[in-house]
């Protein structure tokens, strides 16, 4: 919640901090790009250094998001069949 807007992006900041809160790491920061350098924030604390296994924990919480939502938005719509 508290760096979700430090983003320049309205929308992916939002999922961007999300992850590095639950995964406890930091991501974004300065980068460099073919048109130059940007100096962009920090989401997150740096409590555990990224790794590559930090990709599959993403992906599954990701998966288990989905999964959760399609389950609430199915008794959402039997809610509405016996109307």
């Known amino acids: ?8 992006s309205p929308n992916s900041g939002h999922p961007e901090s999300a992850i590095a809160g639950i995964l406890r790491v930091r ?3 300065p980068a460099v790009y073919a048109h130059g350098y940007v100096d962009k924030a920090w989401l997150g604390d740096d409590i ?4 590559p296994g ?3 924990d993403t ?18 719509m039997a809610g509405f069949e016996g109307i």
């Open 1 to 8: 919640m508290r760096d979700r807007r430090k983003h320049a």
């Open 27 to 29: 991501l974004g920061g």
């Open 48 to 51: 555990t250094e990224v790794k």
């Open 54 to 56: 930090h990709i599959h």
């Open 59 to 76: 992906c599954r919480i990701i998966f288990c998001a989905a999964w959760i939502s399609l389950a609430i938005a199915m008794g959402v």
